[in-house]
T-cell receptor, first 110, second 113 residues
């Protein structure tokens, strides 16, 4: 029951360019969406979130877009920096239920 | 000071053994979780627990049991370990008023031989 999907396992971007990470979901009952960032040998760290009543949330270089009709969200990082290289997990929640995608490994090339 | 700490970091054991993984959080959170990340990188919630309610993912075998001696600790006990239990287990915590934002430990890599 893979309710949250990240279809791109990896992404490479040049430093200074925009990174776009995508996520699709199937459950229309999800009311909150989050992105987590994970470095090797560490746990995921919360990055940014968006409520289902919004379509955009911005925090510095990070912006999350939500398209409810398409059941799609994306994370934009601009400008990308080498320190952004990590695995990014998309997550969605409905009440006490949490679902994570399988992650996208982002490499920012200096 | 690590916010959510879990021990051990690595655990190698034989099939059939019983093992525990400990988790402690010093954030004052009232809800704690256990997640399993399998070889396909799926990160799945196993349990969420606060002092009022234990919510169990129905796919979790009853060989797995969470034990909470107090609000700051949620340990994971696993009986009769099987090969398929090999995975990375993450503990997390959150404030009940903000359940969605969870703070994770660094993970415990369990290998069952």
């Amino acid at each position: 029951d893979q309710q949250v999907k990240q279809n791109s396992p990896s992404l490479s971007v040049q430093e200074g360019r925009i990174s776009i990470l995508n996520c699709d979901y199937t459950n229309s009952m999800f009311d909150y969406f989050l992105w987590y960032k994970k470095y090797p040998a560490e746990g995921p760290t919360f990055l940014i979130s968006i409520s289902s009543i919004k379509d955009k949330n911005e925090d510095g270089r990070f912006t999350v877009f939500l398209n409810k009709s398409a059941k799609h969200l994306s994370l934009h990082i601009v400008p990308s920096q080498p320190g952004d290289s990590a695995v990014y997990f998309c997550a969605a929640s409905a009440g006490n239920q949490f679902y994570f995608g399988t992650g996208t490994s982002l490499t920012v090339i200096p | 000071d690590t916010a959510v700490s879990q021990t051990p970091k690595y655990l190698v054991t034989q099939m059939g053994n019983d093992k525990s993984i400990k988790c402690e959080q010093n954030l004052g959170h009232d809800t704690m979780y256990w997640y399993k990340q399998d070889s396909k990188k799926f990160l799945k919630i196993m349990f969420s627990y606060n002092n009022k309610e234990l919510i169990i993912n129905e796919t979790v075998p009853n060989r797995f049991s969470p034990k909470s001696p107090d609000k700051a600790h949620l340990n994971l006990h696993i009986n009769s370990l099987e090969l398929g239990d090999s995975a990375v287990y993450f503990c997390a915590s959150s404030q009940e008023s903000s359940l969605n934002i969870q703070y994770f430990g660094a993970g415990t890599r369990l290998s069952v031989l």
